[in-house]
């Protein structure tokens, strides 16, 4: 999963904050799925991004939570007014629509909300 | 929408050990993915399959494209204490032109 950055690691934010998670997809990618994993449970897909335009939502919740890729810089996930349900681990992945490069995974985002 | 199915939910094997592990979906894929996550690590890619009935190695691991297209299969040979993770099968869904969808993955504990 080298190439794909994601800051921070780890993420505390209390109950009502904002939490921005940051994602820079590998060198060469144009593609950013954000998914997120629950304690003993496999990775649910939230979003599907290219630059500057958002592809599918479909797993996405409607309110708090949104996503953008800009034109320069890196994806980000944001989550308004936190709540304990949001903490989980948040992967971002790249891919180049290659048929031979599937999705390549950063290393995660850790959010905990107390 | 589709559903993949992992099994066992996890294993207790001694060092040098093989390994079996399997998942089915509820629909036909057209690919199967096998990824490793490591405690606080993300998932990375071990095998990718893209034929019906293709059997690919990488290393001590061995994955199957099952010929019926719901179901694939991962063996590890003479475990070793550094394949201890969890193993997740992924299939195309779930979102975007190369979205997937994940098992609830198969978490291996070697016992030396």
């Known amino acids: 999963n080298a190439g794909v950055m994601q800051n921070p690691r780890h993420l505390v934010r209390r109950r009502g904050q904002e939490a921005r998670l940051r994602c820079s997809p590998m060198?060469?990618?144009?593609?950013v799925y954000w998914y997120r994993q629950l304690p003993e449970e496999g990775l649910k897909f939230m979003v599907y991004?290219?630059?500057?335009?958002?592809?599918?939502e479909s797993g996405m919740p409607k309110e708090r939570f949104s996503a953008e890729f800009p034109k320069e810089g890196p994806s980000i996930l944001r989550i308004q007014q936190v709540v304990r349900g949001d903490s989980a681990a948040y992967f971002c992945?790249?891919?180049?629509?290659?048929?031979?490069?599937?999705?390549?995974f950063g290393n995660g985002t850790r959010l905990t909300v107390t | 929408g589709q559903q993949l199915n992992q099994s066992p939910q996890s294993m207790f094997i001694q060092e040098g050990e093989d390994v079996s592990m399997n998942c089915t979906s509820s629909?036909?894929?057209?690919?199967w993915l096998w990824y490793k996550q490591d405690p606080g690590e993300g998932p990375v890619l071990l095998i990718a399959?893209?034929?019906?009935?293709e059997l690919t190695s990488n290393g001590r691991l061995t994955a199957q494209f099952g010929i019926t297209r719901k179901d694939s299969f991962l063996n590890i040979s003479a475990s070793i204490p550094s394949d201890v993770g969890i193993y997740f099968c992924?299939?195309?869904?779930?979102?975007?032109?190369?979205?997937?969808?994940f098992g609830k993955g198969t978490h291996l504990i070697i016992q030396p």
């Open positions: 060198k060469g990618h144009s593609h």
């Open positions: 992945a790249s891919s180049s629509l290659d048929r031979d490069s599937p999705l390549h």
């Open positions: 629909s036909i894929f057209n690919t």
């Open positions: 399959l893209y034929k019906a009935g």
């Open positions: 992924a299939g195309p869904g779930g979102g975007g032109a190369d979205g997937l969808t």
């Open positions: 991004l290219q630059k500057e335009n958002i592809i599918d």
